[in-house]
């Protein structure tokens, strides 16, 4: 009984997030496309919930729902004139696009049925932020080192492209 | 914690342009209100004395020592990367010239283009050291976006932005596509480790699901050292980019594509076979994969380079071939080939940014990258026309010449190999090559120029950048002791693990 309601919780969870994921693809209005991508950003920190990943779920909502989008959403509401923006969102090519799409599809579908993936029961999940906290500063120290150098890098170069189209002058 | 500590003195290149890059950072600050003159010089400065730092002690690193592996198996400090450490450092440092004689980049502050440079030198290192899946993510994703940013630095020109724009495109898609191939390859192995994947397909038989897999990460390859059907990028981001950082792009990241390519194949997914030779694990075929990226980069780059009337794109879609010469010699699967590609590398560093270098200094006084504004460019500067005439014959791979020799490398591994109709293929592409490059000595020899001639002044450093980068040209056959140099350390690759 359990099981069941779990499975039932993960399809629809499931459904929410391909369903809010499409609009956000398709849908012709920016506002309505960034809070779609609220709800995908959320129902992917239900999965990692589903896979016994609390820290990666609680950093998912912090960062991505809470962070991210938050910052999205005021850049669109920032905008001007964004309610008249007529988005393109892409109607060229569909036939080869969908049969392509379909193709990679299948090809996964296939790879996943057909791939031994030595999957195993983890138990009860416990807390996992001491591991990957020892982790970072363990084996993994130079890719986290690695990551912050990226962030840097990336920090600047933002700054420096506003504030080079700010001033106008180069 | 002391693995860490062990590993700092193997890791001292990077530490070195790490240094640099804050004090670059801060010294751009310090220096905002004075003139930018003295703060572009100052800054300059510093990133040299970075660079040298850098190749001074890689170059030193280079055969000393066992093969390490560093951070608790993050990086392997091996023949392969004391290898690829001093062709990184040398690249930057002439990009870093060549920046400074550029006339896109007068007048422009240049704090963070500086900072960027020593970032992605120091990631270029980090990619071609990589055995871990998450190093090789990280470490592509670095050069990337510094990549991205080095070519939208000029952001009032159009072209800048708009190259920028289509190579974070391009790159986050293959990007997304490699990232999803090293998740399927981690759920397939369970282990992130390059030596972990190799024992854990060595065990089973994947075949075709594994193909696909490497499909999609030879994608995030590809697109790095520009192989074809993953080039689309590279023309326009070439054309569009600063030319210093178009010359940047065309050696430095393409050369760690292939240290990535080598350590991910040779490493992860063949296991040896005695004699410097490996033989693939898992049951999928990737040879032949590597097999067709190659006939298709190499014929595509320069049939496409015969139809360029703009110098940089055409020397896009040449680096395009090149990359599929070199994709020839990834196919060889023993020790030889990887030396063939090393060899290469550090020959086509001098021949193609000496060719970048001509493009600028001619582009000081014609104002265009157009072909046809090289006409009569033997009146106006035999000097400057000599170098270029050197530089497209070693790129052809015309005897005297450098270029020969990098060549020679790659079609004798590939012969050795028993690849014949490989090597022919690779011959015919060669001969279509050089129809576009005597096209544009052609305009500089022999057709006549329209309109008034400035004339061609060159500074101390012009001279010396030439000379620097003519003289392994034209010694070729001298610089086959420090290619045995070279050679010899890469035997080491496949002793590690």
């Known amino acids: 009984m359990e099981s069941m309601a779990s499975a039932a919780i993960f399809y629809g969870v499931a459904v929410l997030v391909l369903g809010s994921a499409l609009y956000v693809v398709v849908g012709k209005n920016l506002v309505h496309s960034a809070f779609a991508l609220v709800a995908a950003f959320f129902g992917v920190a239900v999965f990692y919930v589903y896979l016994g990943a609390d820290f990666l779920a609680g950093a998912q909502v912090l960062i991505y729902v809470g962070g991210i989008l938050t910052l999205l959403l005021f850049g669109v509401m920032l905008t001007n004139r964004i309610y008249n923006l007529n988005l393109r969102s892409g109607a060229i090519q569909v036939v080869p696009g969908a049969l392509s799409a379909g193709l990679v599809f299948a090809l996964l579908v296939w790879i996943i049925q057909s791939v031994d993936w030595g999957a195993m029961d983890a138990g009860d999940p416990g807390p996992t932020s001491e591991s990957i906290g020892r982790l970072l500063v363990g084996d993994y120290l130079l890719p986290f080192e690695i990551a912050s150098v990226l962030l840097l890098i990336a920090l600047m170069g933002a700054a420096m492209l506003v504030r080079r189209r700010g001033s106008g002058s180069s | ?497």
Not at chain 2, 270 to 298: K, N, R
Not at chain 2, 332 to 339: D, P
Not at chain 2, 347 to 352: A, G, V
Not at chain 2, 449 to 466: C, M
């Open chain 2, 1 to 497: 914690m002391s693995d860490a500590l062990q590993s700092l003195p193997r890791f001292l290149p990077e530490l070195i342009l790490m240094a640099a890059l804050a004090v670059v950072i801060v010294a751009d600050l310090l220096t905002q209100r004075r003139p930018l003159q003295n703060s572009t010089d100052l800054l300059n400065g510093i990133t040299l004395v970075g660079l040298v730092g850098a190749l001074v002690t890689s170059w030193q690193a280079l055969g000393a020592g066992e093969a390490q592996s560093l951070f608790a198996s993050m990086l392997a400090d091996d023949g392969l990367l004391g290898v690829f450490r001093p062709i990184f450092c040398l690249t930057s440092i002439v990009v870093l010239l060549l920046g400074m004689r550029s006339k896109e980049l007068e007048g422009v502050r240049l704090g963070e283009m500086l900072a960027l440079l020593l970032t992605v030198t120091a990631a270029l290192m980090w990619m071609a050291g990589s055995v871990n899946l998450v190093m090789i993510y990280l470490s592509l994703e670095t050069v990337s976006v510094a990549s991205y940013l080095m070519v939208g630095y000029l952001s009032s020109d159009r072209l800048s932005n708009e190259a920028s724009l289509k190579y974070i495109l391009f790159g986050a898609v293959s990007t997304g596509a490699m990232l999803f191939g090293l998740s399927l390859l981690y759920g397939m192995t369970g282990t992130l480790d390059l030596y972990g994947v190799r024992a854990a397909l060595a065990e089973g038989a994947f075949g075709p699901g594994l193909l696909f897999v490497l499909i999609l990460i030879a994608a995030g390859i590809g697109f790095k050292i520009a192989a074809a059907p993953f080039h689309f990028w590279c023309p326009d981001v070439y054309t569009g980019a600063p030319t210093p950082v178009t010359a940047f792009l065309s050696v430095g990241p393409k050369a760690a594509g292939f240290a990535v390519l080598i350590r991910f194949f040779y490493l992860g997914l063949a296991e040896p076979a005695g004699g410097g030779a490996i033989a693939p694990v898992g049951g999928a075929d990737w040879q032949m994969l590597l097999m067709m990226l190659a006939v298709i980069t190499m014929t595509l780059g320069n049939v496409a380079a015969l139809l360029q009337t703009n110098v940089k794109r055409l020397l896009a879609y040449s680096s395009i071939a090149h990359a599929g010469t070199m994709l020839m010699a990834a196919c060889v699967l023993s020790v030889e080939g990887v030396q063939a590609i090393a060899a290469y590398l550090a020959i086509y560093l001098f021949m193609n940014l000496g060719a970048f270098a001509v493009v600028i200094l001619a582009h000081r006084v014609t104002g265009s990258f157009e072909i046809d504004s090289y006409a009569g460019f033997w009146k106006r500067s035999p000097l400057l026309t000599v170098a270029m005439g050197i530089f497209l014959f070693s790129l052809m791979g015309i005897p005297p010449f450098a270029g020969f020799l990098a060549k020679w490398y790659v079609f004798a591994a590939v012969i050795n190999a028993g690849l014949g109709w490989l090597a022919v293929i690779g011959v015919l592409n060669a001969a279509v090559a050089a129809f576009y490059y005597v096209k544009v000595l052609r305009v500089m020899v022999i057709d006549q120029e329209i309109g008034p001639t400035p004339a061609l002044a060159f500074s101390r450093l012009d001279l010396a950048l030439l000379v620097v980068l003519v003289v392994p040209n034209v010694l070729g056959l001298l610089f086959w002791g420090s290619l045995d140099r070279v050679t010899e350390v890469s035997q080491t690759l496949l002793e590690l693990g």
